[in-house]
């Protein structure tokens, strides 16, 4: 993917004039020459002149303004680098944590950690989630309780519980709540929405979501979830393509060991940042596991009003409105 983007950028920078435009210093010394429309949380969008150009934020190094539109110290860095023989390039602005309303959404310029780091920092905010006939992960995506797992694991069930695993005193202590309410659910693409209500409920530990369109093929992920009952599993692969296609749907499928029980569960880049939901297996093999992209999650969060679940009719992942007055009038028998 690295290597596509960057022939076609070069492909951009090759008939670019030079002067009265921003500089988009790319990783791997090329650089793009245009306006900077905006800068998004996981992308830079840049007008060329012909056409407009979206960058992933994890292929940006640095931006140097127009000069013209530069603050006067910016201006003074750039004649002195000019003159020096070096190309004027400011430093790229970190990206701040941005929230979507209901989840937070990484910034592009997080840092890099290990699994085990990783594991002890966000292993908090993955649960288990239970029902009468079923058994599944799931993850928070906001300390109000909100959190997400897989529609067939919830599948025809109303009375669910969720075992969280709160951090006090440097140890984990394990508490199960069950006034759980289903908020939204999209049985065609797997997700559901859920909201921990219990009265007593703290604050809890949540995840970021980040990108899986960021991701490139061979990039190492991992998995923590409940495979087998087996709560706190973690396990580590790597992204083996982003593009399966299984029942006209799109996965993202890892070496990442999926078995009965992660569904719902986070699978997490390296940088700690939610890239997709656990979900399925081949079952006569290994190291075949799929993951929803977490650009269809963050869809179905944006949109949860759409999905809203309904008490009188729990197995329609759609909420139809009640029609104007007008055009009720107009139907109801008189």
Do not use: W
């Amino acid at each position: 993917m690295r290597k596509t983007l960057c022939v076609a950028l070069l492909a951009f920078v090759s008939g670019l004039p030079s002067g009265g435009a921003d500089t988009i210093q790319l990783k791997g010394r090329n650089a793009v020459t245009g306006t900077v429309l905006a800068e998004k949380a996981d992308s830079v969008i840049v007008d060329l002149g012909y056409t407009v150009l979206v960058i992933p934020r994890n292929q940006v190094s640095a931006i140097a303004r127009d000069e013209a539109d530069a603050p006067k110290t910016a201006r003074k860095t750039s004649a002195k680098s000019q003159r020096a023989g070096t190309p004027a390039v400011e430093p790229a602005l970190p990206v701040a944590e941005n929230k979507s309303g209901l989840y937070a959404v990484a910034s592009g310029s997080s840092p890099v950690k290990n699994v085990r780091e990783l594991v002890d920092q966000l292993g908090e905010a993955v649960v288990q989630v239970k029902t009468p006939s079923s058994l599944g992960s799931g993850f928070f995506i906001n300390e109000d309780g909100f959190l997400l797992t897989n529609f067939h694991v919830i599948e025809g069930e109303t009375q669910l519980s969720v075992e969280v695993y709160h951090r006090r005193a440097g140890q984990l202590e394990r508490k199960t709540y069950k006034q759980v309410r289903i908020v939204a659910i999209n049985k065609f693409e797997d997700m559901a929405l859920l909201k921990i209500e219990d009265k007593d409920a703290p604050k809890f530990k949540s995840v970021r979501l980040g990108s899986a369109d960021a991701l490139a093929v061979g990039e190492r992920v991992f998995a923590i979830g409940s495979p087998m009952g087996l709560e706190r599993t973690v396990t580590e692969g790597i992204l083996s393509t982003k593009t399966r296609q299984l029942q006209g749907e799109l996965y993202l499928q890892t070496t990442t060991q999926i078995n009965p029980g992660n569904s719902g569960g986070p699978l997490f880049n390296l940088a700690g940042d939610v890239v997709g939901i656990t979900n399925m297996k081949i079952t006569f093999g290994e190291g075949l596991g799929f993951a929803i992209p977490i650009e269809a999650v963050k869809f179905f969060l944006d949109h949860r009003d759409a999905y809203a679940y309904s008490n009188d009719n729990p197995s329609n992942p759609y909420r139809y409105l009640e029609p104007p007055s007008r055009a009720k009038q107009a139907v109801m028998p008189e």
